[in-house]
């Protein structure tokens, strides 16, 4: 079911949308990812683990 007239941002690791949830009320501005998953991803550099130079 998808909800209208809900605000809505495009998540910064995976590029998919994702709509306000009211856990976010306080900190929406803050809101980057869309999940706990994609927030861990989106810390990672490129290269990161198990990379040689």
């Known amino acids: ?3 209208k ?3 809505q941002k495009v998540c910064a690791a ?3 949308p994702f709509a306000w949830r009211r856990k976010w ?3 929406w501005e803050a809101v ?3 999940s706990d998953r994609c927030r861990r991803q989106g ?3 490129p290269g990161g ?3 040689t130079a």
Do not use: F, I
Request: aromatic share 4%; with cysteine; glycine share 14%.
């Open 25 to 27: 009320a306080r900190d």
């Open 32 to 34: 980057r990812y869309c």
């Open 5 to 7: 007239g809900l605000p």
């Open 43 to 45: 810390r990672m550099r």
């Open 49 to 51: 683990h198990g990379a």
């Open 14 to 16: 995976c590029g998919r």
């Open 1 to 3: 079911m998808k909800s």
